[in-house]
C-alpha cells in the first residue's frame, strides 16, 4: 500500500507530464528542475513524454570558453524565429560542483530573447552526480522536444570530456572558435575536429581569422579524405550578426544531409542505446552504493584499505561477485 | 583450469608490478599504459602496487585553455628537482575521444625535462569510456606514487565536469588562470573557486593582471568568511620563471596546513571511498552493459524504443528489477 501523500505526488507528476504536452511553459520548467534534481518524479515524467519525442532538430554549439557561443546562439535562435520556427537553449553552465547552480545563464541571458513567448532557454549546472549531465542533458531536451519546440539548441562551455559527451546528445554539432586563443588551440582543435559538423570562426574581423580559418580546414583535408560529408568553415562576427543566415545555411544542408542518407537515423539508434547503457549504469551504480553506504560496509572497506590491508580493487571484486552471482 | 598463455600474462603482469617497484620506468611506463586502456592485468598491477602507496604529494593543476600550465608546471618541476626530489608528471589532454592518443604532451613536453631521469611525465587521452578518466587518473597516479616519486602534477586542460573529477585526485590543486580571457571567465572563476587551495595569475606583465587579481581576492573573500585556509593569489610568469618560488612556498604552506590539522588523512578517506564506488560503478556498469548486448537484447530493445512501444526508462527498470533481485 502506497501512503496517500506519494499518490497525490504521483498524481502530480503525471499531471506535469500533461501540461507539459498542452505547452505548458511552467510546467516544462518544473519538469527540467526534476530532471536536473535527478528526484523520483523525473522517470515517471520522461516515460510519459518520450513517445511525443523525436521531432525537434536538435543542434550542438560548442568550443572553449570567451568563443561566443551564447551571443551568436542568440542571434542564430532570433533567425529561426524569423522563419516561424519556436525555439528550445539548453545552455550548459561550468558551476561549482560543490555549491551547485547556474550563474552564467541567468545573467547573460537576460536580453530580449527571454521576452519571446516562442523561445524557452534554460541552464544547466554540473552540479550533482559524476558524469550525469550528459543524460540530464539529453532528458532535458526529449522535454523541450515533447513540449512541441522545433529546434534545440544545446551550448556547452568548455572542451573536456563531459561537453563531449553532451553533444552526442545533438543531431548536428557545431563547433565555435576564435582566433587567438594560444597554445592550447592546438591540442583543442585536435580534440573537437571530428565532432564538428560544422565550423564557425566567430570573431572574424579579429586578427587571425584568416589563418585560424585555414588551419582548420587543413585539419579537416588531412582527415576527411575518405568522408562524404566535409564539414564547412564559416566565418561570423556574432555581436554584429554578420554571416548568421549563411551560418543556417550550412547546418540546414547538414541536417538535409543526415536526413536523407539515413545518417540520422542511424545517429538516434546509436543515441537510443548509449542512452539505455547510460542509464542502466547510473541507476546500478547507485542502487549498489547506496546498499554498501547504508549496511555500514563502505566505512569498514576504507578503514581496511587505509590500513593496506586489502585495496578497493579486491574489494570491488568482492562485492560484485556476491551482487552479481 | 586457465589455459597455458594466460598463466604466462598472469605471470608477466607480477613482473610489471614487480620492476615499477624496483624502479624501472619501462615497468611504470607499462604499467600506466595497462591502466589506460583498462586491460585485464591492470587489476592485478594495482593490486600489487596498492600498498607502496599513501606517500607521494599529489598537486593538482587546472585552468581555462591557454592560461600556461604546462609551461608553470615545468618550472615548478625544475625547481622541485633542484630540491632533490623527484617528480612525475600527468598530463590530462583533452584529446578526441574517438581516434585516441594524446597530441598535446608529447610534441610540448619534447625538452629538457625530459632527460632528466628524476622526471617521469605521461600524457593520458580522454579517450575510452565515459567518466573513466578520473579513475584512471587515480591509478597512474598511484603507480608513480608506488614508483617512488615525491611529488606527482596531475595538469588538465579545460574547467568541465571531468577536469573536477581528476583534481580530486590531488592534495592540494593550484588554478591557473591569466588576464584577458573573455566572458567566461566569470563562469569559470565560479566553477573553480572552491577546488582551489592556491591561486596563480600567470603572464603577470599582460593588461590586466592586477585586476584579475584583486577580481579573485574579492570572490574568495566573499566566499571565505568562515573558513580555515584563505587561498593565496599569487602572481607569476612561467615562461620567465618570475615568481615560481615563492608559488611553491604557498603551496607548501597548504601542504603544511592540510597535514597538521588531518584535513590530509580526511580528503585520502574521503577519496579511497569514492574511488570504491567510482570502481563498483563501471565494474558493474560494463558487466551488465556486455551482458545485454551479448544476448542480443540491447537491439531488441532499441528497435521496441525507436517504433515508440516503450521507453528507456521502463526498459532499464525492467534489466535492473531482473538482474539484482
Not at 532528458?139 to 539548441?153: P, T
Not at 585536435?190 to 572574424?204: M, R, S, W
Not at 545517429?267 to 547504508?294: A, C, F, M, N, P
Amino acid at each position: 500500500m502506497l501512503p496517500p501523500v506519494l499518490c497525490f505526488e504521483r498524481g502530480r507528476d503525471m499531471d506535469i507530464a500533461e501540461e507539459v504536452l498542452n505547452g505548458n511553459r511552467l510546467a516544462l520548467s518544473r519538469a527540467i528542475t526534476s530532471i536536473e534534481n535527478e528526484d523520483e518524479k523525473s522517470t515517471e515524467i520522461m516515460k510519459r513524454l518520450y513517445p511525443h519525442t523525436g521531432h525537434a532538430f536538435v543542434l550542438g554549439v560548442t568550443g572553449p570558453p570567451g568563443a561566443g557561443k551564447s551571443t551568436l546562439t542568440d542571434k542564430m535562435a532570433r533567425e529561426y524565429r524569423k522563419r516561424g520556427m519556436t525555439v528550445g537553449i539548453i545552455a550548459i553552465d561550468p558551476t561549482s560542483p560543490f555549491s551547485g547552480g547556474a550563474i552564467l545563464g541567468d545573467r547573460i541571458r537576460m536580453n530580449g530573447l527571454t521576452l519571446d513567448e516562442g523561445v524557452f532557454i534554460r541552464s544547466m549546472g554540473t552540479r550533482g552526480s559524476l558524469g550525469g549531465l550528459s543524460h540530464k542533458t539529453a532528458d532535458a531536451v526529449k522535454a523541450m522536444d515533447a513540449f512541441g519546440k522545433d529546434i534545440i539548441f544545446v551550448e556547452t562551455v568548455g572542451v573536456g570530456q563531459s561537453e563531449v559527451d553532451i553533444v552526442k546528445a545533438a543531431d548536428t554539432t557545431m563547433v565555435v572558435l576564435i582566433p587567438g586563443m594560444g597554445d592550447d588551440i592546438q591540442a583543442i582543435k585536435a580534440g573537437i575536429l571530428e565532432i564538428g559538423d560544422v565550423f564557425t570562426v566567430n570573431k572574424a574581423d579579429h586578427d587571425g581569422a584568416d589563418k585560424l580559418v585555414r588551419e582548420i580546414n587543413m585539419m579537416l583535408d588531412l582527415d576527411g579524405v575518405m568522408k562524404d560529408w566535409r564539414p564547412p568553415v564559416e566565418k561570423v562576427i556574432a555581436n554584429q550578426n554578420i554571416g548568421v543566415k549563411e551560418l543556417i545555411a550550412q547546418i540546414e544542408k547538414h541536417y538535409d544531409y543526415i536526413k536523407s542518407n539515413g545518417i540520422l537515423a542511424e545517429r538516434r539508434t546509436k543515441r537510443t542505446k548509449d542512452e539505455i547503457l547510460d542509464i542502466l549504469g547510473s541507476r546500478i551504480g547507485s542502487y549498489i552504493t547506496q546498499k554498501i553506504v547504508d549496511d555500514g560496509r563502505l566505512d569498514d572497506y576504507v578503514e581496511q584499505i587505509k590500513a593496506r590491508k586489502t585495496d578497493p580493487y579486491t574489494v570491488v571484486g568482492n562485492v560484485l561477485d556476491e551482487m552479481l552471482k
